[in-house]
């Protein structure tokens, strides 16, 4: 695809639920971030992959997330026995590497609600 | 203290305005600073950003870093309805894009 595909767009969990978030970057970047906004802020940095290697991790808040991304492409958040603090949208943004500073591309995101 | 303090408005102006976004940060290692626009429910997407200290100009937005004081400037010249949206200041080192909170800008027709 043309962009960053990030899937469900929409999630709903009962607090205690497990929960995976699937990221699709554009085709090629090597580098791949998770961030977490909550309603009305910037998004905070939860953790970064060059290729198939976590190499930043962070800013996970807690042992219960957890991020892969196995082959180098396609990533996933899981988030384990969810609680209402998690409810936030999760966006997932990639690029490819160059000299300096490169654009990343985001994502429309998940948006989780935890009741 | 946050790294990136931004106004979170919102700012309403009138069609044809000039406007001012501006933000500070606190981690003098910072060399690249971006603006993202977000749009409501969309992912930020990349305006235009600068390196180190100075201006830089692109169409009706110009961006400007004083790195001296810390501070960083977003300026919309002539500023139109489309460009209603969340504008968050991006300092990034490292592969780590340090958001602001982000400003609510509402351009009235």
């Known amino acids: 695809g043309a962009g960053v595909s990030q899937s469900p767009r929409y999630k709903v969990a009962k607090r205690g639920q497990d929960v995976a978030l699937r990221c699709d970057p554009i085709s090629g970047h090597v580098s791949l971030f998770w961030y977490q906004q909550a309603l009305g802020q910037g998004p905070e940095f939860l953790t970064y992959?060059?290729?198939?290697?976590?190499?930043?991790k962070s800013g996970l808040p807690s042992d219960r997330f957890f991020a892969e991304r196995p082959e180098g492409s396609v990533s996933t958040l899981k988030i384990q026995r969810t609680q209402q603090e998690d409810s936030a949208v999760y966006l997932c943004?990639?690029?490819?590497?160059?000299?300096?500073?490169?654009?990343?591309?985001f994502g429309q995101g998940t948006r989780l609600t935890v009741v | 203290q946050k790294e990136v303090e931004q106004d979170p408005g919102p700012l309403s102006v009138p069609e044809g305005a000039i406007v001012s976004l501006n933000c500070t940060y606190s981690n003098s290692a910072f060399q690249y600073f971006m603006w993202y626009r977000q749009y409501s429910r969309k992912g930020p997407e990349l305006l235009m950003y600068t390196y180190s200290s100075g201006n830089k100009e692109d169409g009706r937005f110009t961006a400007q870093v004083d790195k001296s004081s810390k501070y960083i400037s977003l300026f919309i010249r002539d500023s139109q309805p489309s460009d209603s949206a969340t504008y968050l200041c991006?300092?990034?080192?490292?592969?780590?894009?340090?958001f602001g909170s982000g400003t609510k800008l509402n351009v009235k027709p």
């Open positions: 943004a990639s690029s490819s590497p160059g000299q300096g500073v490169t654009e990343a591309f």
């Open positions: 992959f060059q290729n198939e290697a976590q190499l930043d």
């Open positions: 991006v300092p990034y080192n490292f592969n780590k894009f340090y």
